[in-house]
């Protein structure tokens, strides 16, 4: 068997180059987290995610090996390529089988997910679910426009009734989804809502997401300029529209007064609609890993193997 040999980097004096501490290095800064420029259209919402996505790297000091950023398809899920670091854009829909393998097998990471409307709830709504009720340990950001954008403005599953799109050039007929009580019935352990309009909010929100050990879901109203201008505007303060926090009195371990929080008509509540504690997929798959190593203690992987091949005999 080949044998690979890593080496520390010597120095010309031949003293190891001794690696920084996390506590010595410095947080990145948007100049070296930005890649190229963003093509989405001049004042589209997505942008105001992208820099607070960016201010949140340098707030909590992820490092560049650290930053994991996964997306399906959409004008929002074009969202990786706009970070100078690790991250995929993948199929539309499927950034989280995607994202749950690497939350799975990294738990030094933690991964994010950007998703749009169609992409998380259409195409991707089964994946939605099933990664809610896993509760696998991730944070999925649905930058929610009510359409989709990058296909040029047909109706999304968030779209209102009465919406003309070009797949509905009457008016949209089908009852939207609520991206609120669908995530707490799938089994989403945090779920929040915010606005691209409130950038002191969606960091906020991202920070709570990040800091909580399991799936944590955040819709972001995030407007698209080009196909559903002023969809939003009932939601801004400097469109005459109201922005209205969660009263501190919301119990968020509360499902049903969640429930009730996400049955209010738009614009509603802005905050962490529900926050509970279960065991994650990584903490019981990582219990599992245990209990079966311990079984194996002292034996070699080729050992292991040929046992099973003997007991398939
Ligand atoms: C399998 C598959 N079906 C359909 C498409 C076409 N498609 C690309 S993006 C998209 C919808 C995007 O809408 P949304 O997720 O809301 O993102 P937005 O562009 O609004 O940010 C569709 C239908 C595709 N790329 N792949
Ligand atoms: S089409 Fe809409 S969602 Fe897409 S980049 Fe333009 S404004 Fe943003
Ligand atoms: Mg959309």
Not at 115 to 142: E, Q
Not at 168 to 187: F, H, L, R, Y
Request: proline fraction near 6%; charge should be positive.
């Amino acid at each position: 068997m080949n044998t690979i040999h890593f080496q520390m980097p010597t120095r010309l004096s031949g003293s190891p180059i001794a690696p920084l501490a996390d506590a010595d290095r410095k947080p990145l800064t948007k100049k070296e987290i930005a890649a190229d420029h963003p093509t989405w259209c001049p004042g589209c919402g997505d942008f105001s995610v992208l820099a607070l996505y960016f201010k949140l790297i340098e707030r909590r000091k992820i490092f560049h090996e650290k930053v994991t950023t996964i997306a399906g398809i959409g004008c929002s899920s074009r969202f990786p390529y706009f970070v100078q670091a690790h991250g995929a854009h993948f199929i539309h829909g499927r950034a989280l089988p995607f994202a749950s393998g690497v939350s799975l097998s990294r738990p030094d990471l933690h991964v994010f997910a950007f998703s749009g409307d169609g992409d998380a709830f259409s195409i991707g709504g089964n994946h939605f679910n099933h990664t809610a009720r896993k509760n696998i340990k991730m944070t999925l950001v649905v930058m929610d426009n009510w359409v989709y954008g990058l296909t040029k403005k047909q109706t999304s599953p968030t779209s209102p009734l009465g919406f003309k799109s070009k797949t509905d050039t009457w008016g949209a007929v089908d009852q939207p989804i609520n991206p609120m009580k669908q995530a707490i019935s799938a089994g989403a352990t945090f779920v929040a809502r915010t606005t691209h309009t409130n950038p002191n909010h969606v960091l906020q929100m991202m920070e709570a997401a990040m800091d909580h050990d399991g799936f944590s879901f955040i819709e972001c109203l995030s407007e698209c300029v080009e196909f559903y201008e002023g969809a939003f505007d009932a939601s801004n303060p400097r469109k005459g529209g109201k922005f209205d926090l969660i009263p501190p009195t919301h119990d968020v371990t509360d499902e049903m007064a969640a429930y009730k929080l996400a049955d209010e008509a738009f614009p509603g509540k802005f905050g962490i609609f529900y926050q509970v504690k279960r065991p994650t997929k990584n903490a019981r798959e990582a219990q599992i890993q245990q209990a079966a190593q311990e079984k194996v203690q002292g034996q070699a992987p080729w050992q292991i193997l040929q046992k099973s091949f003997e007991r398939m005999r």
